[in-house]
């Protein structure tokens, strides 16, 4: 008799999902039949012989993890502007099971860098993938261009339990001379541990834009500057709103009263009244001058539903 498998491991083992994140994430969205009855457990023991059925959107369709939606959010909201994948040479830092590898990869990337400290999470159809080249077990705070093969011409980032500020020297170092850095700002991790509430969310949009901005001023430190800001389309894990930096050598700093406007429309894109956004940042709320320390710790080992 044939073994029985874990349904996410036999999602993946039947091509109905690329990755077992994103099998969990079928499975949580009701989209999984198992014998004709909806499945609601990842890890629910199925025959090789049973009946599985995904419904809706075909999964080889989706990403491989629900992150990287972020990314092709930004790129949505950066393509305009000049942003550009197509033929570049791309890093990810913090690649964990690969949403953003694939967003650069169907947008046309020549070649992905997909760099993580943590192992074996890299989706197998990415792993695979001849145009990415895998660095596991590599902190990104000591990585350098040399480590991977020469600059690269486009950086993207998705860290965790680490400050922005603290691995931008080393993102600047690997990029090229012309390139070009679209780095997703988590702010509860750059406001400081007792400045966030309640289940790890940052709620006051003043904390968040701080936090851009914080993280734009050590940007400068390294020579970037700020071409544009956008809100991540989608929250993370815990409901935090995030927002992507495009940094570029050149570029102008930061403007605040531009990063306040885009935060305190957040994902809806509905800008408040530049008399709105001024009164609310003189409202006696207090700021902080300079974000506490976090700490220092990239993507540990992530739970089904991660986010990447």
Not at 174 to 203: H, I, S
Not at 281 to 289: D, I, K, M, R, T
């Amino acid at each position: 008799m044939a073994r029985r498998a874990r349904l996410d491991a036999e999602l993946v083992r039947r091509k109905l999902a690329r990755s077992r994140e994103q099998a969990a994430q079928l499975v949580a969205a009701g989209r999984v039949q198992v014998r004709g009855t909806v499945a609601h457990k990842v890890a629910a023991m199925v025959d090789p012989a049973d009946p599985v059925l995904v419904t809706g959107e075909d999964p080889q369709t989706e990403y491989v993890s629900r992150g990287g939606h972020k990314l092709a959010g930004a790129l949505a909201a950066f393509g305009p502007k000049g942003l550009t994948v197509q033929g570049r040479r791309c890093l990810d830092a913090g690649a964990s099971t690969g949403g953003f590898t694939d967003v650069l990869l169907r947008a046309g990337a020549g070649r992905v860098v997909a760099v993580d400290v943590g192992y074996g999470q890299l989706a197998w159809p990415i792993r695979t993938d001849g145009r990415v080249d895998v660095h596991e077990r590599t902190n990104v705070r000591t990585l350098t261009a040399e480590a991977i093969g020469g600059p690269a011409d486009l950086v993207v980032a998705d860290l965790s339990f680490i400050s922005l500020r603290l691995v931008l020297p080393a993102l600047a170092a690997c990029t090229a001379p012309d390139g070009d850095l679209a780095l997703m700002v988590k702010p509860q991790f750059e406001v400081g541990k007792e400045r966030v509430g309640t289940g790890g969310v940052v709620r006051d949009w003043r904390l968040r834009a701080e936090a851009v901005l914080d993280v734009a001023a050590a940007a400068a430190e390294s020579g970037l500057g700020v071409v544009d800001v956008t809100a991540s389309p989608l929250p993370g894990p815990s409901g935090n709103v995030e927002f992507f930096v495009w940094f570029r050598r050149g570029a102008p700093a930061a403007d605040r009263e531009r990063v306040e406007a885009v935060v305190a429309a957040g994902p809806s894109g509905v800008v408040l009244p530049e008399e709105s956004v001024a009164s609310a940042g003189s409202s006696g709320a207090v700021l902080p001058e300079e974000s506490a320390s976090v700490v220092a710790r990239e993507n540990q080992p992530v739970a089904p539903l991660e986010d990447r």
